[in-house]
């Protein structure tokens, strides 16, 4: 580089001029400038001026306002976009509308519009897509770590093993922040197409939900809002015994069998709570039942649900079978395997139920069709809806409702009924005055 030509330059910018010898003339102080050291000081200022224009600053930022321009007879629009963790950004297209319904400043109006909807103008837009990207496998860890051990035993199985089946292989690294409905509806399609049951594919739904959730919870951030297009869940009534076929059952079972259908069909207990009873639950002298654990998979645990803790109350037939059947044992499991463990539950219905059903020529059921059984018996006794949500241990008649079924024989008598009321002579009087009124 020539001196003179850097000299000029810096005559240009600064109200000092250099002679042309290179001195300051205003302090007499001597400063030589030689090709090399010009040469330097111009590398150093383009390094700097390199460096600032290096990584991503909101305050040199003024606002973007697009780019609108004609395609055929639409309008579509870009703008640039921050996405966290990656350091280009994104440009996305968007179609404003057609040519014919909208002017091109009204396409800029309605580009502005989106823009400032997504608020790539503002800081804290930088300030997120600056941040470390949150992935999925770090929330799911972190929720396994600290929010899976304070829910039932049995979640505490089945929820990490549909989450390394399910739900990881396809979320994995994938920023939480860029997770959209598109995302979602097209992981669902993969669940589908591996053959996965509409029930199953909501159950894992809800497992991917309530961790991101949960997550956001932990941030001080509202819950996320998609909109999945899960698959049809089919209208199958849930399989329950009628009376009939519990008195049926109970009957033809043996032992301590015998004991516990009649307790299923009589109590509405759910398996697990069955199955974790103790002989010193049984306040056979005031006729109920203690239930305050349930055991799944053979780990003794809490109830269910917080509502799954309560006195259930047993009728006299129940107390005289219970009592016989106790033969004054105090202590220990009501019912239990040959070498002391808790039953279980598919054992039950493997190796008992389902054989004796067969046998007896009835539909086979879980024991879960005792519980509903149960519920169904009591409402079409009329029982008040809260007595039976309190013994059945639901937190909600809601849920009480789903567990409601009649028989065929019922929903006649039940309709006979109504016609004897508005065949009521009072009725038919009270309608005819009203009309010749």
């Given at each position: 580089?020539?001196?003179?030509?850097?000299?000029?330059?810096?005559?240009?910018?600064?109200?000092?001029?250099?002679?042309?010898?290179?001195?300051?003339?205003?302090?007499?102080?001597?400063?030589?400038?030689?090709?090399?050291?010009?040469?330097?000081?111009?590398?150093?200022?383009?390094?700097?001026?390199?460096?600032?224009?290096?990584?991503?600053?909101?305050?040199?930022?003024?606002?973007?306002?697009?780019?609108?321009?004609?395609?055929?007879?639409?309008?579509?629009?870009?703008?640039?976009?921050?996405?966290?963790?990656?350091?280009?950004?994104?440009?996305?297209?968007?179609?404003?509308?057609?040519?014919?319904?909208?002017?091109?400043?009204?396409?800029?109006?309605?580009?502005?519009?989106?823009?400032?909807?997504?608020?790539?103008?503002?800081?804290?837009?930088?300030?997120?897509?600056?941040?470390?990207?949150?992935?999925?496998?770090?929330?799911?860890?972190?929720?396994?770590?600290?929010?899976?051990?304070?829910?039932?035993?049995?979640?505490?199985?089945?929820?990490?093993?549909?989450?390394?089946?399910?739900?990881?292989?396809?979320?994995?690294?994938?920023?939480?922040?860029?997770?959209?409905?598109?995302?979602?509806?097209?992981?669902?399609?993969?669940?589908?197409?591996?053959?996965?049951?509409?029930?199953?594919?909501?159950?894992?739904?809800?497992?991917?939900?309530?961790?991101?959730?949960?997550?956001?919870?932990?941030?001080d951030e509202p819950k996320v809002t998609w909109y999945p297009d899960l698959p049809a869940l089919p209208d199958e009534e849930q399989r329950w015994f009628t009376q009939a076929e519990i008195r049926q059952i109970v009957d033809a079972a043996t032992g301590q069998y015998k004991v516990l259908f009649h307790l299923a069909g009589y109590t509405g207990l759910r398996s697990g709570e069955l199955v974790g009873l103790r002989v010193e639950d049984l306040k056979l002298e005031d006729g109920v039942i203690e239930v305050r654990r349930a055991v799944w998979n053979g780990i003794e645990g809490d109830t269910k649900t917080k509502s799954g803790k309560r006195n259930v109350f047993i009728d006299s037939a129940t107390i005289q079978l219970l009592h016989t059947f106790l033969a004054g044992r105090q202590t220990g499991r009501l019912f239990q395997s040959r070498v002391g463990t808790p039953l279980e539950n598919r054992d039950i219905c493997r190796r008992v139920l389902t054989p004796l059903c067969e046998k007896l020529g009835i539909r086979p059921g879980g024991m879960h069709a005792f519980r509903h059984g149960r519920v169904s018996h009591m409402q079409a006794s009329m029982m008040p809806g809260d007595f039976v949500k309190n013994q059945i241990g639901h937190s909600s008649l809601r849920i009480t409702s789903n567990y409601t079924h009649f028989e065929h024989g019922q929903k006649r008598e039940m309709v006979e009924k109504l016609l004897s009321c508005t065949q009521s002579t009072d009725l038919y009087t009270i309608a005819n005055q009203a009309k010749a009124s």
């Open positions: 580089m020539n001196p003179a030509k850097f000299a000029g330059k810096e005559n240009a910018a600064s109200p000092q001029p250099l002679s042309s010898q290179g001195q300051q003339a205003s302090t007499g102080a001597s400063v030589t400038v030689t090709a090399g050291t010009a040469d330097a000081m111009v590398s150093a200022a383009t390094r700097i001026r390199q460096q600032r224009k290096v990584g991503r600053s909101m305050s040199k930022r003024s606002g973007q306002s697009g780019s609108v321009r004609l395609v055929g007879s639409k309008w579509y629009g870009r703008y640039w976009r921050d996405v966290p963790g990656k350091e280009t950004r994104e440009h996305p297209l968007v179609i404003l509308g057609e040519k014919s319904s909208m002017t091109k400043p009204e396409a800029r109006r309605k580009l502005m519009d989106i823009i400032e909807t997504e608020g790539v103008n503002k800081p804290q837009h930088l300030e997120r897509a600056l941040k470390p990207v949150v992935t999925f496998n770090s929330i799911a860890d972190a929720w396994e770590a600290k929010r899976l051990p304070l829910l039932h035993n049995s979640s505490k199985v089945i929820i990490p093993y549909r989450l390394r089946s399910h739900v990881r292989p396809f979320f994995a690294s994938m920023a939480i922040e860029g997770i959209r409905t598109g995302t979602v509806n097209d992981w669902i399609r993969t669940l589908t197409a591996k053959g996965l049951e509409p029930k199953t594919v909501h159950n894992v739904w809800k497992d991917f939900r309530a961790i991101v959730n949960w997550h956001r919870k932990q941030m």
